[in-house]
C-alpha cells in the first residue's frame, strides 16, 4: 500500500517544512541577485566631477556613441593589486565587482566616473538599434581592460560606436589615445587635475603609454 505523504504528516511540520523551503529560496534569490545583478553607473560630464570618495579613482573617458541605448558592462579582475596581467594568464572576474554604465543620449566628449581602485574587465557592449539587438562580447579580450588607481584621474581612452550599422554588424573600438589627446584633456581639465593627478589608465602593457606615465604625474 502506498501512503500520501501529505496526509501523514503533522500540519505544523508541514507549516514548518514549507517556511524553511520558503527562507531557503529566497536566500538563495538573493546570492543569485548579488552575484550576478551588475550595479549601475553614471557618467557625468568632465565639467561636473562627482565627488571622490576614499578608495576610488576617477575614470575619464572619451566617447563617440551612436544609437537608441548603447551601454557598456565590466566587471572587476582578481589582480592581486597589479595595474596589468601578462599575455596569457589565467584571470577570474568578480562576482561582486559587475557594473553597468548606460551611454544613452551622451554627446561627443570627455566623461567621468568614480570607481574603486583595481583592474578591470570590459565584458560586453550594447549597441541596440530601433528592433535591431547587438550585444558584442569583449570578456576575453585583453585590449578591453583599464585600470584604476585610487585618487588619480585615470584615463581609459576613446570608445566609439557606430550610429550607423546593419542589420547583424556595428563599428565599435576601444583605445588608449592618451598621447594624442593628453593637450585637449588638460586643457579641459585643469583644475581637477591638480588635486587628482592624471595618470594612464590602460589596462594592458604598453611601452609607449608607460613612457608618458612619469611626465604626466611629475607635470601636475
Known sequence: MTLNF????PIG????????????????AILVSESVIAR?????????????????????????????????????????GNKYLLSGQK?????????KVSL???????????????????????????????????????TWRFHV?????????SLFIGKQRKSDTVEVYFKNRIATDLDGVQEALNSLTELYPLVSGAGVQDEFLQSWLSPLEINQ
Open 13 to 28: 511540520y508541514q507549516a514548518s517544512g514549507v517556511n524553511t523551503l520558503l527562507k531557503g529560496i529566497i536566500f538563495a
Open 40 to 80: 549601475a553607473l553614471s557618467l557625468v560630464p568632465y565639467d561636473s566631477p562627482p565627488e571622490l570618495e576614499g578608495g576610488r579613482g576617477y575614470v575619464l573617458v572619451k566617447l563617440d556613441v551612436g544609437g537608441t541605448a548603447p551601454s557598456i558592462e565590466f566587471a572587476k579582475m582578481y589582480a592581486n
Open 104 to 142: 544613452k543620449d551622451k554627446s561627443e566628449g570627455f566623461y567621468l566616473m568614480t570607481v574603486p581602485a583595481g583592474l578591470y574587465q570590459i565584458t560586453q557592449i550594447n549597441a541596440p538599434y530601433f528592433n535591431l539587438p547587438y550585444k558584442l562580447d569583449t570578456a576575453k579580450r585583453r
Open 6 to 9: 501529505r496526509s501523514v504528516m
Open 91 to 99: 584571470y577570474k572576474l568578480r562576482k561582486k565587482g559587475r557594473y
Open 149 to 157: 588607481e585610487a585618487g588619480k584621474t585615470n584615463y581609459i581612452g
